[in-house]
T-cell receptor, first 116, second 112 residues
Framework: GAVVSQHPSWVICKSGTSVKIECRSLDFQATTMFWYRQFPKQSLMLMATSNEGSKATYEQGVEKDKFLINHASLTLSTLTVTSAHPEDSSFYIC????????????FGSGTRLTVV | GNSVTQMEGPVTLSEEAFLTINCTYTATGYPSLFWYVQYPGEGLQLLLKATKADDKGSNKGFEATYRKETTSFHLEKGSVQVSDSAVYFCALLAGANSKLTFGKGITLSVRP
């Protein structure tokens, strides 16, 4: 089945530095990738939708200059958290549609970001 | 707009107990319905799905039936195991170009 590989699975960084998270579709082409953020014991919050070859669409309240999304190829989308602060610590998950509305989405394994 | 409502949690059960997790939805058109499971520290995995009314999705002993008349997609399992401890999300997708809409999720803990 469709697989999305997400790296790194966890990262610790210092305040003020930037962190890049990668999501790759391994056996299918992902023209769209969704990026979510999840706080402890809460549901997923959609941050943005990336589309291959065009600008990402951000949800209301999400800072596009802080969360840079690039979708340069049909198999790779990246999320860069710029100038990270402790409040950016969270669990970030990517997902891609896998075969139309009958199949839902395939999710990456998530990245635990801790900013110290 | 589309929405998914899940029962409040958390839920704690003893091993081999019967499980029901309620899920109701509001959507335009004819959505596809999903249950996802998230084990600690991991991403979401598709547990089961149903794409039209009266369809029953099933996997790993879990079942859910798409009930259009009650706009529900309740998750059931006859005998839970400790390994079923996880967070369960109900979700819907209404149309090929729409976004997945999630419920809030519910944490299930199963005691030995």
């Amino acid at each position: 089945g469709a697989v999305v590989s997400q790296h790194p699975s966890w990262v610790i960084c210092k305040s003020g530095t930037s962190v890049k998270i990668e999501c790759r579709s391994l056996d299918f082409q992902a023209t769209t990738m969704f990026w979510y953020r999840q706080f402890p014991k809460q549901s997923l919050m959609l941050m943005a939708t990336s589309n291959e070859g065009s600008k990402a669409t951000y949800e209301q309240g999400v800072e596009k200059d802080k969360f840079l999304i690039n979708h340069a190829s049909l198999t790779l989308s990246t999320l860069t958290v710029t100038s990270a602060h402790p409040e950016d610590s969270s669990f970030y998950i990517c997902s891609a549609p896998a075969g139309g509305s009958n199949y839902g989405y395939t999710f990456g394994s998530g990245t635990r970001l801790t900013v110290v | 707009g589309n929405s998914v409502t899940q029962m409040e949690g958390p839920v704690t059960l003893s091993e081999e107990a019967f499980l029901t997790i309620n899920c109701t939805y509001t959507a335009t058109g004819y959505p596809s319905l999903f249950w996802y499971v998230q084990y600690p520290g991991e991403g979401l995995q598709l547990l089961l799905k149903a794409t039209k009314a009266d369809d029953k999705g099933s996997n790993k002993g879990f079942e859910a039936t798409y009930r259009k008349e009650t706009t529900s997609f309740h998750l059931e399992k006859g005998s839970v195991q400790v390994s079923d401890s996880a967070v369960y999300f109900c979700a819907l997708l209404a149309g090929a170009n729409s976004k997945l809409t999630f419920g809030k999720g519910i944490t299930l803990s199963v005691r030995p």
